[in-house]
């Protein structure tokens, strides 16, 4: 038992779950500190902070990441170099370009913006965006090396600084937003210095940039740009349209407290889809298509049985996550006469569909068809848009909004079976037949 348990704790998936629980926790508790220390519409203008930054951050990162990891799994060493200095270079040139573009709104438009939820955004995502260069290059090279070990170092090191300087904040400081966001400034400059220190970054790589590495990379990107901007805007874009909507910024806060949720539920999925997509992508490489598929139907499996406990949990108890995530204020707040525990039970039905969606997804990246994973996002974002403007525009309600998050996720579903069909046929049988004998013999090992 004791050799299973050291086995376990080493292994891929364990540590990359452990990384992204770490995340998970700490920015669970901060977000938590934050709605009872913020005003809804101070916390609306940190909401979209983080938001407008992750959406950036997809552009930015979107145009390498899933190339990189893709093709440093089945590459020498001499051209794990070569992709790894292209990446950091392509990185750097594009957040150059998207500070530039930045900065040019916010000059152009200064008076506007600092009258807006938007402020925040503008002000300080320029600083950030070079900050944090280090800290997201070292967390792509590390995984596509699988190196699970040191992504668990380095999200450690950055969440616990931030949260435990939230923890000061509300017990002693009471400080500002525009504070706060410089705390948040200062442990991401700790965080990158320290990955700068250990070369988990691949900065010492970018003079080994290559033009036939950077043409590999951006091809991939093209598609895969889009795929993560559009998957993003999925996660985001019922917050800002909310945002310039006639419900305004308080609507912002309350509706983020419910979001909170698909962020927990997505927690075993990015760990698990972290493993799997090199995997994957190694198998598709290599030809071996029974493999690919085997994968596929047990990790769409064995996460879909944990995510219906999970989805049972949250719609049993939507209540009591509210008032652990933000306390009482927000169920007290009469707004529009919107129902926060309602959205908390319709976005738990939505965990449901992620494992597959997200699974379609990255078996789409896998076997090198990143127009068709790009294009089953357009038309999950599409379809999200339209319900969300239905939703606030003609039926006046934000319940609404959640509902056309289910309708656009299982429209994404349907688009990507039909294309991934076509390399290997995917079956509801084949995928709980594989989730059995996952668990089966997971059983059988903690038995032994």
Same mark, same amino acid.
């Given at each position: 038992?004791?050799?299973?348990?050291?086995?376990?704790?080493?292994?891929?998936?364990?540590?990359?779950?452990?990384?992204?629980?770490?995340?998970?926790?700490?920015?669970?508790?901060?977000?938590?500190?934050?709605?009872?220390?913020?005003?809804?519409?101070?916390? =609306?203008?940190?909401?979209?902070?983080?938001?407008?930054?992750?959406?950036?951050?997809?552009?930015?990162?979107?145009?390498?990441?899933?190339?990189?990891?893709?093709?440093?799994?089945?590459? *020498?060493?001499?051209?794990?170099?070569?992709?790894?200095?292209?990446?950091?270079?392509?990185?750097?040139?594009?957040?150059?370009?998207?500070?530039?573009?930045?900065?040019?709104?916010?000059?152009?438009?200064?008076?506007?913006?600092?009258?807006? =939820?938007?402020?925040?955004?503008?002000?300080?995502?320029?600083?950030?965006?070079?900050?944090?260069?280090?800290?997201?290059? =070292?967390?792509?090279?590390?995984?596509?090396?699988?190196?699970?070990? $040191?992504?668990?170092?380095?999200?450690?090191?950055?969440?616990?600084?931030?949260?435990?300087?939230?923890?000061?904040?509300?017990?002693?400081?009471?400080?500002? +937003?525009?504070?706060?966001?410089?705390?948040?400034?200062?442990?991401?400059?700790?965080?990158?210095?320290?990955?700068?220190?250990?070369?988990?970054?691949?900065?010492?790589?970018?003079?080994?940039?290559?033009?036939?590495?950077?043409?590999?990379?951006?091809?991939?990107?093209?598609?895969?740009?889009?795929?993560?901007?559009?998957?993003?805007?999925?996660?985001?874009?019922?917050?800002?349209?909310?945002?310039?909507?006639?419900?305004?910024?308080?609507?912002?806060?309350?509706?983020?407290?419910?979001?909170?949720? *698909? #962020?927990?539920?997505?927690?075993?999925?990015?760990?698990?889809?972290?493993?799997?997509?090199? $995997?994957?992508?190694?198998?598709? +490489?290599?030809?071996?298509?029974?493999?690919?598929?085997?994968?596929?139907?047990?990790?769409?499996?064995?996460?879909?049985?944990?995510?219906?406990?999970?989805?049972?949990?949250?719609?049993?108890?939507?209540?009591?996550?509210?008032?652990?995530?933000?306390? *009482?204020?927000?169920?007290?707040?009469?707004?529009?006469?919107?129902?926060?525990?309602?959205?908390?039970?319709?976005?738990?039905?939505?965990?449901?569909?992620?494992?597959?969606?997200?699974?379609?997804?990255?078996?789409?990246?896998?076997?090198?068809?990143?127009?068709?994973?790009?294009? $089953?996002?357009?038309?999950?974002?599409?379809?999200?848009?339209?319900?969300? /403007?239905?939703?606030?525009?003609?039926? #006046?309600?934000? #319940?609404?909004?959640?509902?056309?998050?289910?309708?656009?996720?299982?429209?994404? +579903?349907?688009?990507?079976?039909?294309?991934?069909?076509?390399?290997?046929?995917?079956?509801?049988?084949?995928? /709980?037949?594989? =989730?059995?004998?996952?668990?089966?013999?997971?059983?059988?090992?903690?038995?032994?």
């Amino acid at each position: 038992m004791f050799k299973l348990f050291r086995k376990i704790l080493r292994e891929d998936n364990f540590l990359s779950l452990s990384g992204n629980l770490i995340i998970a926790v700490f920015g669970f508790g901060g977000f938590a500190l934050l709605a009872r220390t913020l005003t809804p519409e101070d916390f =609306a203008e940190w909401v979209l902070f983080i938001s407008g930054g992750s959406l950036i951050e997809m552009l930015r990162y979107g145009i390498t990441n899933n190339g990189l990891v893709r093709f440093l799994s089945g590459a *020498t060493d001499e051209d794990r170099d070569h992709l790894i200095g292209s990446n950091v270079l392509v990185s750097l040139i594009v957040t150059v370009i998207i500070v530039g573009i930045l900065a040019g709104v916010y000059f152009g438009f200064q008076e506007a913006i600092d009258d807006s =939820a938007y402020a925040a955004l503008f002000k300080w995502y320029p600083i950030v965006a070079f900050i944090n260069l280090p800290f997201n290059n =070292a967390l792509v090279v590390q995984q596509a090396k699988m190196e699970y070990g $040191k992504i668990l170092l380095i999200r450690s090191i950055s969440s616990t600084l931030f949260f435990g300087f939230l923890v000061v904040n509300y017990f002693y400081m009471d400080y500002s +937003i525009n504070e706060i966001i410089i705390g948040f400034i200062v442990f991401t400059i700790i965080t990158s210095i320290f990955c700068i220190s250990k070369s988990w970054d691949g900065l010492a790589l970018i003079r080994k940039a290559n033009k036939e590495s950077i043409s590999t990379l951006l091809h991939f990107g093209k598609y895969s740009t889009f795929t993560l901007i559009g998957t993003n805007l999925l996660r985001n874009a019922d917050v800002l349209i909310i945002s310039v909507s006639p419900f305004g910024s308080a609507a912002v806060a309350l509706f983020s407290i419910p979001l909170k949720l *698909t #962020e927990l539920q997505q927690i075993p999925l990015r760990s698990f889809a972290a493993t799997a997509y090199p $995997k994957m992508s190694k198998a598709s +490489i290599e030809g071996r298509t029974n493999d690919l598929k085997g994968l596929f139907n047990t990790y769409s499996g064995a996460l879909t049985y944990l995510f219906f406990f999970i989805s049972l949990g949250t719609f049993l108890f939507a209540k009591e996550f509210i008032i652990l995530v933000s306390g *009482t204020q927000y169920l007290d707040v009469a707004l529009h006469g919107i129902d926060i525990v309602l959205i908390v039970k319709i976005l738990s039905l939505y965990g449901l569909m992620l494992p597959i969606d997200r699974m379609i997804g990255i078996s789409l990246d896998s076997i090198n068809k990143p127009s068709i994973n790009a294009l $089953k996002v357009m038309i999950m974002l599409t379809a999200n848009i339209i319900g969300d /403007l239905i939703a606030i525009y003609v039926f #006046e309600s934000i #319940e609404m909004v959640a509902v056309s998050t289910l309708v656009f996720t299982l429209t994404g +579903i349907l688009v990507g079976m039909y294309y991934l069909d076509k390399t290997f046929r995917i079956s509801i049988a084949g995928i /709980l037949k594989s =989730a059995n004998g996952f668990y089966r013999n997971l059983l059988l090992n903690f038995s032994r």
